[in-house]
């Protein structure tokens, strides 16, 4: 008989939340909006801070597509994309009929490059067309490099879209991640830090910014007694009943950044002394990773064994591991996109793999995981 499944990162609730969903269903609430979704957005944000205003919508997808249309990106505009990425980072842009051009990783967060940044804006405005949003990622929560890439996007004006989906609890400097783009994004799906099954939610410090995401997401009706519309509007509403399981993850999500960390220490101490593998940590106390995913990179010719055979020996004991996300510049559907790089996200992608992170994993399964890891060698 095969041994339970270890997921890589499975939903983890943390105990209130069928309350709040039970309170929806008894005050019949059961819509795009009610309690729950204030309350919801109320906790986000208490907790980002910074007078951050939260519209809570049906994806982080979703959310990313309200921000360039509030961000004015329109047909034939181009957007600077991270393209080592999840592929909903860049969809969006395409959604809007804009190009993206896709800009590689450095390798101390493998987040967006600065200096590629940099080059990529200089040679798209010499051909004649300046970048309308930059969109940067906080790869499995680890913050990208907020001061260079913020100096870079002021010094041309250009505002940035901050896909913070997997970084929720993850900070700079003291500064939660999500309050320092134009725009933030967050992330509820099924595998993220926190979930409502689905659902997401747009960021921003202005409250006429978070009103008119909720005027988008809920079909853009002209105030008047009946259905009339000057713009065209979404369905991008969260429900109250997914965000009842959403106040209920708020309460616990402290306590869950926490047993992510421990999981990437957990991995640190597996590998510490091996020959070719390092666990993916924080270049400097600056940078605070809630580790919604850990991962490794492995050198194979000095490790002796590839992170393929590695992900193949975790699958033999039931245990999930995945590459790293494959850089959207390599996608079939973004091959005719430019790029501007070098091949660190190439050379990540190729070495790079993740390891069971969930809040919610037991020392059994660390042990079964740890044995597996040991063996491979
Ligand atoms: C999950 C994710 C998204 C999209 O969020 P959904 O809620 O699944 O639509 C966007 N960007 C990144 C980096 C993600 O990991």
């Not at 680890?142 to 250009?158: D, H, L």
């Not at 409502?196 to 006429?208: I, R």
Request: net charge negative.
């Amino acid at each position: 008989m095969k041994p339970e499944k270890i997921w890589l990162s499975s939903p983890h609730m943390g105990g209130k939340e069928f309350e709040y969903v039970q309170e929806a269903f008894a005050s019949n609430w059961v819509a795009p909006l009610g309690p729950n979704v204030n309350g919801f957005e109320a906790s986000l944000e208490a907790y980002l801070g910074q007078g951050s205003h939260i519209a809570a919508l049906s994806s982080g997808t979703a959310a990313i597509h309200l921000a360039l249309i509030l961000l004015g990106v329109e047909r034939g505009d181009e957007v600077l994309c991270q393209s080592l990425t999840f592929s909903a980072s860049a969809n969006p842009i395409v959604y809007q009929g804009a190009t993206p051009v896709f800009i590689d990783s450095e390798p101390d967060t493998w987040n967006i490059c600065p200096s590629h940044l940099e080059t990529a804006i200089k040679d798209r405005i010499a051909k004649g067309k300046k970048p309308k949003a930059i969109i940067a990622v906080h790869l499995y929560g680890m913050p990208f490099k907020v001061n260079e890439v913020m100096a870079v996007a002021e010094r041309y004006e250009i505002p940035v879209i901050e896909d913070s989906a997997e970084a929720l609890g993850s900070s700079y400097n003291g500064q939660k991640c999500g309050t320092f783009g134009a725009i933030g994004i967050l992330s509820f799906n099924g595998n993220k830090i926190i979930t409502t099954s689905g659902g997401g939610a747009l960021v921003s410090k202005n409250e006429k910014i978070k009103e008119k995401a909720i005027f988008l997401a809920t079909q853009a009706r002209d105030e008047a007694p009946h259905y009339q519309h000057s713009e065209i509007g979404y369905n991008y509403r969260l429900s109250n009943i997914s965000a009842g399981i959403g106040r209920g993850q708020m309460e616990v999500l402290d306590e869950h950044v926490q047993l992510r960390r421990k999981m990437h220490d957990f991995y640190k101490l597996v590998f510490e002394d091996r020959e070719g593998i390092s666990v993916f940590s924080e270049p400097s106390d600056m940078l605070f990773s809630n580790h919604w995913l850990s991962c490794i990179t492995v050198d194979a010719t000095r490790a002796g064994i590839s992170s393929e055979a590695i992900r193949e020996a975790l699958a033999q004991d039931n245990i999930e591991s995945r590459t790293l996300w494959k850089p959207m510049h390599l996608q079939p559907v973004y091959w005719d996109a430019p790029y501007y790089g070098a091949k660190i996200s190439e050379t990540l992608f190729q070495q790079g793999l993740c390891l069971p992170s969930g809040s919610n994993l037991t020392d059994t399964d660390r042990e079964r995981i740890c044995a597996v890891l040991e063996k491979c060698k």
